[in-house]
């Protein structure tokens, strides 16, 4: 940890920025590969960033030397991609007399966009703030126009605050990501350095970044300190979270290029709005083996909705928007089952960037229908599903949505998400059997007061019904096994006994990508050998 410029007004001296992480001693560290990124890349061309502006505000290291600056060079981007600035002035071209060079920038630059490793090579500009400056002139003056970046990489934190502090802090960046469409990515903050998520990744509107490193969280857990909300929202690949959060960001900028390109059809606006970036990447997310949700915490409070993988976000854009099948009316707090309307979704990843609106006498419900198929193998159904809605302009509280899943053939209610703090649904459920299915997206009505805001609130809705499938072909005393790239986050597990507790992908080779498909070729050590497709 490191206290940034400590001379600023009083209300920045009691929010002391803080790095959320020291920097490795190699800077060029290979993108991992649980965050989906080389499957993405086999699967997508011409997906780096281009024409996405993001921003990097960085603390300065130290007090008497203003260290906050990247270098281009590490990132092996030119000079022209940066504009640097900080309380004496901005400048171009690197190195400069307002600031110096920051191994913690250079690290998460590299991360984010460098040119050999960087999820984003190709964005359009880089806005280096010192962290100081770009909070006291953007979100302490909401007066001021916005800085026109789409996103923005935070990889630092304020440190514990005392929650009244955090609140104001949380509507600062709410207010500004409102006015501006700006997708803050924040960090979390480590473990050990604080014992919750800190500010600015508590915001509604952010997505709140932990880190993932040797099978479980390193990060700073939920939920905030102010009134219990689930954060962080997605961790990714690294061992602290400055170094897990610009891989978010990345993402962010290639899935908002693809969408405005029109990867996912011509609602290019819907497709590439912050809600709908924010569902895909935590509804694309990789469950670890011991992650957990409730109805009332619909993110796991360590893990948030689970690791990055940039394949699954972007092949669920690509499925395109898709509106709900039918809306209803119920009264305040009553029944909602199916309503019976016919037809169904047919594409099962997809997404809906819609509005839900409700009255002083009536809750309304958006029903999206779906008929899964399970394929001939006839292998279990599990589904994810994400809603995403903000915090609104210069609002304390949000409106009360909630996410439910219900069984068509006998109105049965499979699960819900219905968290009246957050402002995230989510819903992960394995083993379903063939049939129909409604997913609905449920907004309470009321009166203006706690929970309710207005009566039109825009979300976006994010799915996925998976049934995924091994193939196995023999070859003499070799057995060649395949699997689809998407969904990610399956692997091949082998034992010798079928209700053995020993399945496990010990000694089993690295699957090499072919054909839009994963593929291993093993040879068949023992007589009985079995093998299973495994969720990680």
Same mark, same amino acid.
């Given at each position: 940890m490191f206290?940034?410029r400590a001379a600023?007004?009083?209300?920045?001296?009691a929010?002391?920025?803080?790095?959320?992480a020291?920097?490795?001693?190699?800077?060029?560290?290979?993108v991992? #590969?649980?965050s &989906?990124v @080389?499957? !993405?890349r086999a699967?997508?061309?011409?997906?780096?960033g281009?024409g996405?502006t993001v921003?990097?505000p960085?603390a300065?290291?130290?007090t008497?030397m203003?260290t906050w600056e #990247?270098?281009p060079?590490?990132s092996a981007q030119?000079?022209?991609? !940066?504009?640097y600035?900080t309380f004496?002035?901005?400048?171009?071209?690197?190195?400069?007399d307002v600031?110096?060079?920051?191994?913690?920038?250079?690290a #998460?630059?590299?991360?984010f966009?460098?040119a050999?490793y &960087?999820i984003a090579?190709g964005?359009a500009?880089v806005?280096?703030?010192?962290?100081?400056? !770009?909070?006291e002139?953007?979100?302490?003056n909401?007066n001021?126009p916005?800085t026109?970046?789409a996103v923005?990489n935070?990889s630092?934190?304020f440190?514990?605050?005392?929650?009244?502090?955090q609140?104001?802090?949380?509507s600062e960046?709410? +207010?500004?990501?409102?006015q501006?469409?700006?997708?803050f990515?924040s960090?979390a903050?480590?473990l050990?350095?604080?014992?919750?998520?800190c500010?600015?990744?508590t915001a509604?509107?952010?997505?709140?970044v932990?880190?993932y490193?040797?099978?479980?969280?390193?990060?700073?857990p939920? $939920?905030t300190r =102010? +009134?219990?909300?689930?954060k962080?929202?997605?961790?990714? %690949?690294?061992s602290e979270?400055s170094?897990?959060?610009p891989?978010v960001? *990345?993402?962010?900028a290639?899935?908002m290029?693809? %969408?405005?390109?029109?990867?996912a059809?011509?609602a290019?606006?819907d497709?590439?709005?912050?809600?709908t970036l924010k569902?895909?990447?935590l509804?694309g997310a990789v469950?670890?083996?011991?992650?957990?949700?409730s109805c009332?915490?619909?993110?796991d409070a360590?893990?948030g909705?689970g690791?990055?993988?940039?394949?699954n976000a972007?092949?669920e854009?690509?499925? &395109?928007e898709?509106?709900?099948?039918?809306?209803s009316?119920?009264p305040l707090? &009553?029944?909602h089952p199916p309503?019976g309307? @016919?037809?169904c979704?047919?594409? /099962?990843s997809?997404?809906d960037?819609?509005t839900?609106?409700?009255?002083?006498?009536?809750?309304?419900?958006?029903?999206?229908? !779906?008929?899964?198929d399970?394929?001939?193998?006839?292998?279990?159904l599990?589904v994810?599903?994400?809603l #995403?809605?903000n915090?609104?302009? +210069?609002q304390?509280?949000i409106? +009360?949505l909630s996410?439910?899943l219900y069984?068509?053939?006998?109105s049965?209610l499979?699960a819900?998400s219905?968290s009246?703090?957050?402002?995230?649904q989510h819903?992960h459920?394995?083993g379903?059997a063939?049939?129909?299915? =409604?997913?609905?997206v449920?907004?309470a009505g *009321?009166?203006p007061g706690?929970n309710?805001?207005?009566?039109?609130?825009?979300y976006s809705v994010?799915w996925?019904?998976?049934?995924?499938?091994?193939?196995m072909? /023999?070859?003499g005393s070799?057995?060649?096994?395949?699997?689809p790239?998407y $969904?990610a986050?399956?692997?091949v597990e082998?034992s010798t006994n079928f209700?053995?507790?020993?399945?496990a992908?010990?000694?089993?080779p690295v699957?090499?990508i072919?054909?839009g498909?994963?593929?291993?070729?093993i040879?068949?050590?023992? $007589?009985?050998?079995?093998?299973?497709?495994s969720?990680?």
């Amino acid at each position: 940890m490191f206290f940034s410029r400590a001379a600023l007004t009083a209300r920045v001296a009691a929010f002391a920025l803080f790095c959320a992480a020291g920097w490795p001693t190699r800077i060029g560290a290979v993108v991992p #590969v649980d965050s &989906g990124v @080389p499957e !993405f890349r086999a699967v997508t061309t011409n997906l780096d960033g281009s024409g996405i502006t993001v921003a990097q505000p960085e603390a300065s290291l130290t007090t008497d030397m203003l260290t906050w600056e #990247v270098n281009p060079a590490i990132s092996a981007q030119t000079n022209v991609l !940066f504009a640097y600035t900080t309380f004496d002035g901005t400048t171009n071209g690197f190195p400069n007399d307002v600031g110096f060079e920051s191994e913690h920038a250079d690290a #998460v630059g590299n991360i984010f966009y460098g040119a050999a490793y &960087g999820i984003a090579p190709g964005v359009a500009r880089v806005d280096n703030f010192e962290a100081d400056f !770009f909070y006291e002139n953007f979100l302490c003056n909401p007066n001021l126009p916005g800085t026109g970046d789409a996103v923005v990489n935070q990889s630092f934190t304020f440190g514990t605050l005392p929650p009244s502090d955090q609140e104001a802090v949380d509507s600062e960046y709410d +207010n500004y990501s409102a006015q501006n469409q700006t997708l803050f990515i924040s960090a979390a903050n480590n473990l050990g350095d604080s014992p919750t998520v800190c500010a600015p990744g508590t915001a509604y509107n952010c997505i709140s970044v932990g880190a993932y490193a040797n099978g479980t969280y390193a990060n700073s857990p939920g $939920p905030t300190r =102010d +009134n219990g909300r689930c954060k962080p929202d997605l961790t990714a %690949a690294g061992s602290e979270t400055s170094f897990s959060t610009p891989l978010v960001a *990345g993402a962010a900028a290639v899935l908002m290029q693809a %969408a405005l390109r029109g990867d996912a059809g011509t609602a290019t606006n819907d497709a590439a709005d912050l809600r709908t970036l924010k569902a895909l990447l935590l509804n694309g997310a990789v469950k670890p083996p011991d992650w957990t949700n409730s109805c009332n915490s619909p993110l796991d409070a360590r893990y948030g909705a689970g690791v990055l993988n940039l394949l699954n976000a972007y092949e669920e854009l690509a499925g &395109g928007e898709h509106h709900f099948v039918s809306a209803s009316r119920t009264p305040l707090g &009553g029944p909602h089952p199916p309503d019976g309307t @016919p037809g169904c979704i047919k594409t /099962m990843s997809g997404w809906d960037f819609n509005t839900n609106t409700s009255d002083a006498a009536c809750d309304r419900i958006n029903h999206y229908c !779906f008929r899964p198929d399970a394929g001939p193998t006839h292998a279990p159904l599990g589904v994810t599903a994400t809603l #995403v809605w903000n915090r609104q302009l +210069n609002q304390t509280s949000i409106n +009360n949505l909630s996410l439910f899943l219900y069984d068509c053939d006998n109105s049965n209610l499979v699960a819900g998400s219905t968290s009246v703090v957050d402002n995230v649904q989510h819903l992960h459920v394995a083993g379903l059997a063939p049939g129909r299915y =409604d997913l609905q997206v449920w907004k309470a009505g *009321g009166t203006p007061g706690s929970n309710f805001v207005s009566s039109a609130e825009t979300y976006s809705v994010a799915w996925a019904w998976v049934s995924p499938s091994l193939t196995m072909t /023999m070859c003499g005393s070799s057995v060649a096994l395949s699997w689809p790239l998407y $969904p990610a986050g399956f692997a091949v597990e082998s034992s010798t006994n079928f209700f053995s507790s020993n399945w496990a992908t010990n000694n089993l080779p690295v699957p090499i990508i072919t054909n839009g498909e994963n593929y291993l070729n093993i040879n068949c050590r023992a $007589p009985g050998q079995l093998f299973r497709l495994s969720s990680h």
